[in-house]
């Protein structure tokens, strides 16, 4: 699927329009995977508590083999809750939505046995500033709206419906668009191009121009951004996910082939240095492991509303930002045999950095933490309850986090927000990782992370225990 790209097909052989995106085999097997284990809609058709816990397992294995069909998945998961703003439009989707069969292919959706919903929002001249958009919505007298404008990013284009901002009379409002009628003729979507992407080459990423294609209202006129801020909120919680996923998968190649790669007359694993190295790399692993569950355990419980609120930005903006870092280390432990496209890691190095762009840039989710902060005072009340506990067991992660009240008492502001949301993310991998992981673990995390001897790469501060913490990320064959 990355060996051979999607392709865009604009016309048929007669020249009318046809706009379709051909994919590799490879990649509808993948898609046919995630949907029959239901990555793509568990939570909201499994009745069982803890259904967003599981299937946060089910897409980071799906992650670490091949990420780029996750995105369509990650979508169709997070759409449902934004579609329930329309409780008649979610009746009649969910169904399809939640279904276990995978159906490629554009035709009416009433006629399919499972759909696939994606997200559409930045336009050329806002980008991340959505309510600069210009693409304007019309009623129409059948109760639709008639879209006309453009998107500058749409990634699988070839879902079935996509969610998208449009300036309606009302303001900007949250839109269902879909790709094909219910009389089967295709809607006013052209696809013009395909992006050419640094990394997530499987996946198709569109450029689309809406002439008065139609589409649902979701939720009321004005209230778009409130209604798609759900979709994205779960968006988010994915892109940690996947980051996590790929830190796991960097692991797993660095640590195996240290363990059967032998030079200045030992196994790389067992040369001091180098088990540094590794130590260090599983550690940052399992940090975002934990987070990435603890998140995802938190979309399972009404209750954790308000430290969700503020989890999600923290962990989306440093979990993701750790990523291409580690992704880097990883590959060079295995020296120039991981910069060649053999090895899974030089597509995992292109891979990471997007996962830090989606659903909102470093700066963007940055402010997002602020606003929390300002909006939702409760946010930080629960996610200060969630670590404090922590602390009482480890000297280092208590005055990290009488830091970190210091920072949020002084009233943060956009000069100090990188370093606000960074400390709130270490504080809560630490807490964690103390409460969850063997203590080695966390003993690491807080001297390299926490501690006044903090190292700027990977293996700079020595590690208690290192072959231990190697040893228990070791794939076992």
Not at 163 to 180: E, S, Y
Request: charged share 20%; glycine share 8%; aromatic share 6%.
């Amino acid at each position: 699927a990355h060996r051979y790209p999607p392709v865009l097909r604009t016309h048929d052989r007669y020249g009318n329009r046809a706009d379709e995106v051909d994919f590799h085999p490879s990649w509808h097997r993948f898609m046919g995977l995630a949907v029959e284990h239901g990555a793509h809609a568990m939570p909201w058709a499994e009745t069982r508590p803890g259904a967003h816990a599981a299937r946060a397992v089910v897409l980071s294995l799906l992650a670490q083999i091949e990420p780029g069909h996750c995105c369509p998945i990650s979508m169709t998961y997070a759409a449902v809750p934004a579609l329930r703003a329309e409780p008649a439009l979610a009746a009649e989707w969910e169904p399809r939505i939640t279904s276990r069969t995978y159906d490629f292919g554009l035709r009416p959706a009433a006629g399919k046995a499972g759909v696939l919903v994606g997200m559409a929002m930045t336009e050329k001249q806002g980008g991340s500033d959505v309510r600069a958009n210009t693409t304007q919505a019309t009623p129409t007298a059948d109760g639709m709206y008639a879209l006309r404008g453009h998107k500058w990013f749409c990634s699988a284009p070839m879902n079935d419906a996509f969610l998208v901002l449009a300036q309606a009379p009302g303001g900007l409002t949250c839109f269902l668009l879909p790709r094909v009628l219910p009389d089967g003729t295709l809607n006013a979507i052209r696809v013009q191009r395909l992006k050419d992407k640094l990394g997530n080459r499987s996946n198709a990423s569109a450029e689309i121009e809406l002439h008065d294609a139609l589409a649902h209202r979701v939720g009321e006129e004005g209230r778009g951004v409130s209604v798609i801020i759900e979709m994205v909120n779960h968006t988010r919680l994915d892109c940690v996910i996947a980051t996590a996923a790929g830190m796991r998968q960097s692991v797993a190649e660095a640590t195996w082939h240290a363990a059967h790669r032998s030079a200045f007359g030992k196994r790389l694993v067992d040369q001091p240095l180098m088990t540094q190295v590794l130590a260090d790399l599983c550690v940052e692993s399992e940090a975002a492991t934990a987070v990435m569950m603890r998140l995802a355990s938190a979309y399972d419980t009404p209750g954790d509303a308000a430290f969700r609120r503020l989890a999600t930005a923290v962990a989306k903006y440093w979990v993701c930002k750790r990523g291409p870092g580690h992704a880097a280390e990883a590959l060079e432990c295995l020296g120039g045999n991981g910069y060649i496209e053999e090895t899974p890691l030089a597509r995992r190095y292109r891979e990471q950095p997007l996962l830090s762009i989606w659903e909102g840039s470093g700066n963007v989710i940055c402010l997002d933490v602020l606003r929390a902060l300002s909006t939702s005072p409760q946010s930080a009340e629960a996610f200060l309850a969630e670590v404090e506990p922590a602390a009482a067991a480890d000297a280092r992660l208590a005055a990290h986090l009488d830091g970190v009240k210091r920072l949020l008492m002084s009233g943060a502001d956009q000069s100090s927000a990188r370093r606000l949301t960074e400390d709130l993310g270490l504080a809560l991998q630490a807490s964690l990782l103390i409460a969850h992981a063997p203590a080695e673990v966390a003993d690491a995390f807080c001297a390299t992370r926490l501690g006044p001897d903090r190292g700027l790469a990977y293996g700079a501060v020595p590690v208690k225990a290192a072959g231990d913490i190697v040893s228990r990320h070791l794939p076992e064959v």
